[in-house]
């Protein structure tokens, strides 16, 4: 196996159990003898020491500043069984959670939950790798080569480890690096059940229904985005229940409709879900329908959320309760400074447009943007507008989203719900 020596000094974060190597700590390189090239295969297992010959780990070579991502620490090689063992420890966590106590039999007809985060990448020791899990099927997304080259072993140990799951769908066409030589397919079932198999168009997955919390959603993982559904925002769509009962309600960056949903069933007087793109939307209307086949109160809209906020309060509309959550406007830190103007300026549209007494939840699930500077964001927002705001609640990700306490920049969601006077 290739190993890695790191310059004198630099094991320290490794010691504390931070998965990440930088390419500048790298000392030298010592390629095992199958290499052809200078330097390690991308997506390659490589054993990781100190200057001073200490065992550090082992982990997953890739190209560019992260060089290699940690998957074992004090180990040379990866233990036996080790996929099977963090799949069972992580499905473990869900069971302690409540997420996952369905079984094989049940899965299509549980009351009350079917879906949910099963790897959290960096959160469950495994980086580079998501899998979500919506009843029967799970859905895997690699993040780096080294999870692509390992897909097939972790979807064996996914189907040994957690009963509900019966299919197996692979999605990373948006998620590996671009520019590396990448064997095999990035998308594709992996596993498939007598279900899948007899589907007459391969590439549908619409026929796939998952539960939360007792609402029922389709997802569509191979059209959708990310892997189909935003599991993240479940904790936070159940408070959105609990305010929503005789409000208007506006859910904007709406997506499946998840806020719209809950608000619905929180009893809202009206529900507007808005989303950019007419997929999400035709998605919303049959959600809103399998769930409540006789609402009249929902109605869902294709627009831009600048242009539609504009025109609204050009007519002067105005709402109970606003569901902001956008995309990420910070894909990475050298955007920070425009998303921090982006989420005052949508939050300033939003507020301007609540009535005295009403509620904004308000969220950032960039990465890069931290809890601070989103909330002074929010803060410009209500000062530009000259409301005032009070904060009821401080949201984030949710517990199958775990945040891995050696690597902090697990973190990304976080929201915050408003009282506007
Ligand atoms: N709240 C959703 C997730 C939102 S994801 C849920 O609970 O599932 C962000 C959504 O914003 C995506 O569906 C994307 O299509 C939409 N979007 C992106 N840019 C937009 C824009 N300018 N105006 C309106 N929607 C936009």
């Given at each position: 196996?290739?190993?890695?020596?790191?310059?004198?000094h630099?094991e320290?974060?490794?010691?504390?159990f931070?998965?990440?190597?930088f390419s500048?700590?790298i000392?030298?390189?010592?390629?095992?003898t199958t290499?052809?090239?200078?330097?390690p295969?991308?997506?390659?297992l490589?054993?990781v020491?100190s200057?001073?010959?200490e065992?550090?780990?082992?982990?997953?070579?890739q190209?560019?500043s992260?060089?290699v991502?940690?998957?074992?620490?004090?180990?040379?090689?990866?233990p036996?069984?080790?996929?099977?063992?963090?799949?069972?420890?992580?499905?473990?966590?869900?069971?302690?959670?409540?997420?996952?106590?369905?079984?094989r039999d049940?899965?299509?007809?549980?009351k009350?939950?079917n879906?949910?985060?099963?790897?959290?990448g960096?959160?469950?020791f495994?980086?580079?790798?998501?899998?979500?899990?919506?009843?029967?099927?799970?859905?895997?997304?690699?993040h780096?080569?080294?999870?692509h080259v390992?897909?097939?072993e972790?979807?064996?140990?996914?189907?040994?480890?957690?009963?509900?799951?019966?299919?197996?769908?692979?999605?990373?066409?948006?998620?590996?690096?671009?520019?590396?030589p990448i064997?095999?397919?990035?998308t594709?079932?992996?596993?498939?059940s007598?279900?899948t198999?007899?589907?007459?168009?391969k590439?549908r997955?619409?026929?796939?229904?998952?539960v939360?919390?007792?609402?029922?959603?389709?997802?569509?993982?191979?059209?959708g985005?990310?892997t189909?559904f935003?599991?993240?925002?479940?904790?936070?769509?159940?408070?959105?229940?609990?305010?929503?009962?005789g409000?208007?309600?506006?859910?904007?960056?709406?997506?499946?409709?998840?806020?719209?949903?809950?608000?619905?069933?929180?009893?809202?007087?009206?529900?507007?879900s808005?989303?950019?793109?007419?997929?999400?939307?035709?998605?919303?209307?049959?959600?809103v329908?399998?769930?409540?086949?006789?609402?009249?109160?929902?109605?869902?809209?294709?627009?831009?959320?600048?242009?539609y906020l504009?025109?609204?309060k050009?007519?002067?509309?105005?709402?109970?309760?606003?569901i902001?959550?956008p995309?990420?406007?910070?894909?990475?830190?050298?955007?920070?400074k425009?998303?921090?103007?982006?989420?005052q300026?949508?939050?300033?549209?939003?507020i301007?447009?609540i009535r005295p007494?009403?509620?904004l939840?308000t969220f950032?699930?960039s990465?890069?943007?931290?809890?601070?500077a989103?909330?002074l964001?929010?803060f410009?927002?209500?000062?530009?507008?000259g409301?005032?705001v009070r904060?009821?609640?401080q949201?984030?990700?949710?517990?199958?989203?775990?945040?891995n306490?050696?690597h902090?920049?697990?973190?990304?969601?976080?929201?915050l719900?408003?009282?506007?006077?």
């Open positions: 196996m290739t190993t890695i020596f790191l310059k004198p630099k320290e974060s490794l010691k504390r931070h998965p990440w190597v500048g700590a000392g030298r390189v010592l390629l095992d290499h052809k090239g200078d330097a295969e991308e997506g390659e490589v054993a020491y200057a001073a010959n065992v550090l780990g082992v982990g997953h070579w190209v560019g992260i060089a991502r940690i998957l074992a620490f004090g180990v040379e090689q990866l036996k069984d080790f996929w099977r063992e963090r799949i069972r420890a992580a499905y473990r966590v869900r069971q302690t959670l409540g997420l996952a106590d369905v079984q049940n899965v299509q007809s549980t009350e939950n879906t949910f985060r099963l790897i959290h960096e959160g469950d495994l980086p580079g790798l998501i899998v979500d899990v919506y009843a029967e099927t799970a859905v895997i997304q690699a780096s080569v080294g999870m390992c897909r097939k972790i979807a064996e140990a996914i189907l040994a480890e957690v009963p509900q799951v019966q299919n197996i769908y692979y999605k990373s066409d948006d998620t590996l690096p671009f520019k590396a064997e095999g397919e990035k594709g079932w992996l596993v498939e007598q279900k198999a007899s589907l007459k168009d590439s997955s619409d026929e796939f229904w998952s939360e919390n007792g609402l029922q959603f389709r997802i569509d993982w191979l059209r985005q990310k189909g935003f599991i993240d925002q479940r904790e936070n769509r159940a408070l959105v229940e609990r305010y929503a009962n409000k208007d309600v506006l859910n904007m960056f709406c997506y499946t409709g998840g806020f719209s949903l809950y608000a619905l069933r929180g009893g809202a007087k009206t529900v507007d808005v989303d950019v793109s007419q997929k999400a939307i035709d998605l919303v209307n049959v959600n329908a399998k769930n409540f086949p006789a609402a009249t109160n929902h109605t869902a809209v294709a627009a831009d959320a600048f242009e504009s025109a609204q050009a007519q002067g509309r105005t709402y109970d309760l606003i902001l959550d995309p990420a406007f910070a894909k990475h830190r050298d955007a920070v425009n998303a921090l103007r982006g989420y300026r949508i939050n300033a549209k939003a301007e447009m007494g009403g509620i939840f950032s699930c990465q890069a943007v931290d809890k601070e989103f909330r964001a929010v410009s927002a209500a000062a530009q507008v409301r005032k904060i009821l609640h949201l984030h990700q949710p517990q199958d989203h775990p945040i306490i050696y902090p920049e697990g973190e990304y969601l976080k929201g719900v408003l009282f506007v006077e």
